[in-house]
C-alpha cells in the first residue's frame, strides 16, 4: 500500500524548533518531488516546501523562508522539515505529499492525503 505518514509534530514555544518528517511505504520516494502543505484552522491547504526528485532542488513559501528547511533521505526513504523560529502563525497541520514535480505540487499526487501532523506555537 503507498502511504506517506507525516510525525514530529507538538507543541513548541515561540521561537523554537520542531522537525517533520515523512516516511514513505510501499513505494520509493527517490523518483518523486516531495512536498510539505499546511492548513490553520478555517483555512484552505497551502504549499509550504518542496523538493525534487532529479536534482534535489528545493523551494520555499515566502512565509518560511529563511525558516524552514527541507532535506530528503533517500536511504531511509524519509523527507524531513526542519522549522526554526516558529510564529504563532505557523500553527497548522502539516501534510506531505509525492508528486511527480514541485511544479503544480498536490495536483496528481502519488497515494492520498495523510493525517497530518499537528503543529502548536503557543507560550
Known amino acids: 500500500q503507498v502511504q506517506l505518514v507525516e510525525s514530529g509534530g507538538g507543541l513548541v514555544q515561540p521561537g523554537g524548533s520542531l522537525r517533520l518528517s515523512c516516511a514513505a511505504s510501499g513505494f520509493s520516494l527517490d523518483y518523486y518531488a516531495i512536498g510539505w502543505f499546511l492548513q490553520a484552522p478555517g483555512k484552505e491547504r497551502e504549499g509550504v516546501s518542496c523538493i525534487s526528485a532529479s536534482d534535489g532542488s528545493t523551494d520555499y513559501a515566502d512565509s518560511v523562508k529563511g525558516r524552514f528547511t527541507i532535506s530528503r533521505d533517500n536511504a531511509k526513504n524519509t523527507v524531513y522539515l526542519q522549522m526554526s523560529s516558529l510564529k504563532p502563525a505557523d500553527t497548522a497541520v502539516y501534510y506531505c505529499?509525492?508528486?511527480?514535480?514541485?511544479?503544480?505540487?498536490?495536483?496528481?499526487?502519488?497515494?492520498?492525503w495523510g493525517q497530518g501532523t499537528q503543529v502548536t506555537v503557543s507560550s
Open positions: 505529499v509525492a508528486d511527480w514535480g514541485c511544479d503544480g505540487l498536490g495536483q496528481s499526487i502519488i497515494g492520498t
